[in-house]
């Protein structure tokens, strides 16, 4: 999921009221006033004023309807939230109902900072989200966050360009294949243009994300329960084109390999990059930030023999384990993931509801946006096989990053590539499952 950043100063000041807020829940009573009013804070990464307008109607929304238990709204920031709550866990100053990311929760689950949601869930919200999205938020039998907003890959392409190719479209019935984009993507190169650009300033998770398509994982979880990495032939099908349209094809833009999905949309505004692979909430900025009379086109990533599965890691909602009002808390989370309410939230966030009721609601369903195209990949959207692994994160900034980052330049082959990230690998998860 792409995390778009805050501005240094605003990220230290969002976190420094967090941490004040939150610590009005400290302990002998903590979040409990004198008249016995209940007080909660709910800290939310939304950033979009959208979201961030709809997130906040809805705490207002339910402080009106239950004047024994108010929602205190902290602003968090994607950009510093996994340090920011460890610090607040650390210090006893937790929010109780916390905004995050589903492959940011296993080293909070593991260390007990994170409440186990399995007694306190309503039948009504665990059976509404598919069974693959609760397998996201799921840590040694313990659920520890309730996984609502999800954004799938898709290719955001100039609609003029591929028409005047006579490129086959492709559509979620008949994705293209790998080779058949990689294919694509050199028949729409010319002079000028390229026919794709792979944001890849990030490019651990979307390797692994999209690697799902071909049978990649990665990570492999044996019958002791500890993880090993290994690199098979499925593993290899989307980077290895991604490294063929940049070092042979030329058909993708080397310079795109360093840069964020919001760097790209100039290109592909004025034609230098036929299409570029982002997540489906960039849509957004393609509507604010396109030049008038641009005509765009949502389509899917390529299938490989898994068909179009990916990755994805959903935005969650969890509960403080030292909250002393856990079922208070859990009752303002399932106000807020109500269908007509997740519709909001998706709609407000750009991207897909995990809940099955909102998911078919028919303002997420229209062609207009590529809205239609989104949801029609939601049944493919799995978790991560690397979101419930230990050590994962440092496996990703030590070894995988700058390995994939050397491989997709062309630095490195194919079996320096694996080398780096099973040996090196396996010795970073080695100290993290002793």
């Known amino acids: ?13 969002t976190t420094a009221l967090a941490l004040l807020l939150a610590g009005c829940s400290g302990d002998d009573g903590r979040g409990t006033e004198a008249d016995g009013t209940i007080r909660l804070s709910f800290q939310s990464l939304a950033w979009q004023k959208e979201s961030v307008d709809a997130n906040k109607q809805l705490v207002r929304e339910w402080n009106a309807t239950h004047p024994d238990v108010q929602v205190d709204y902290v602003q968090g920031s994607w950009d510093n939230v996994h340090d920011q709550l460890l610090t607040s866990f650390e210090g006893g100053e937790a929010p109780d109902i916390i905004h995050d990311a589903s492959d940011d929760l296993a080293d909070f689950a593991y260390g007990g900072y994170l409440a186990d949601l399995r007694t306190l869930l309503p039948d009504r919200l665990t059976e509404d989200i598919p069974r693959q999205s609760w397998a996201t938020t799921t840590f040694d039998g313990g659920v ?36 058949e984009f990689r294919q694509v993507t050199a028949e729409l190169t010319k002079k000028g243009t390229y026919g794709v650009a792979w944001p890849l300033k990030e490019p651990v998770s979307v390797t692994l994300n999209l690697g799902l398509s071909s049978g990649g994982r990665l990570f492999h979880r044996g019958a002791d329960g500890k993880v090993t990495i290994r690199f098979d032939e499925g593993d290899g099908v989307m980077p290895g084109t991604v490294r063929d349209q940049v070092v042979s094809d030329r058909s993708a833009a ?37 030049p008038e009379g641009f005509a765009w086109s949502v389509l899917p990533v390529p299938a490989g023999s898994a068909g ?25 989370v399932d106000f807020l993931l109500r269908p007509a309410n997740m519709v909001r939230l998706a709609k407000g966030d750009w991207m897909l509801p995990t809940g099955t009721e909102a998911l078919a609601d028919p303002a997420l369903r229209t062609t207009e946006n590529g809205w239609a195209t989104g949801t029609a990949l939601a049944r493919a959207l799995r ?11 440092e496996w990703k900034d030590k070894v995988a990053t700058p390995a994939l980052q050397e491989y997709y330049s062309g630095a490195i082959g194919t079996a320096e590539l694996r080398k780096r990230l099973v040996e090196d690998g396996n010795r970073v998860l080695a100290r993290y499952q002793r």
């Not at 856990?326 to 009752?331: D, G, L």
């Open 1 to 13: 999921m792409p995390r778009r950043r805050l501005p240094a100063l605003a990220t230290a000041v």
């Open 144 to 179: 520890y966050g309730v996984p609502f907003l999800q954004e799938p890959k898709v290719l955001i392409a100039n609609t003029e360009l591929l028409e005047a190719s006579g490129v086959r479209i492709p559509t979620p019935a008949k994705p293209w294949s790998w080779p």
């Open 308 to 332: 179009l599965a990916q990755g994805v890691s959903p935005q969650t909602l969890s509960v403080a384990e030292d909250s002393p009002h856990k079922k208070e808390a859990v009752r303002f």
């Open 383 to 393: 978790p991560v096989p690397a979101q419930s692994v230990r050590g994962y994160p």
């Open 254 to 290: 080397r310079p795109s390999l360093g840069m964020g999905g919001s760097d790209t949309l100039p290109g592909l505004f004025g034609g230098k990059y036929a299409m570029v692979p982002l997540g489906f909430s960039y849509r957004q900025q393609v509507v604010e930030q396109a």
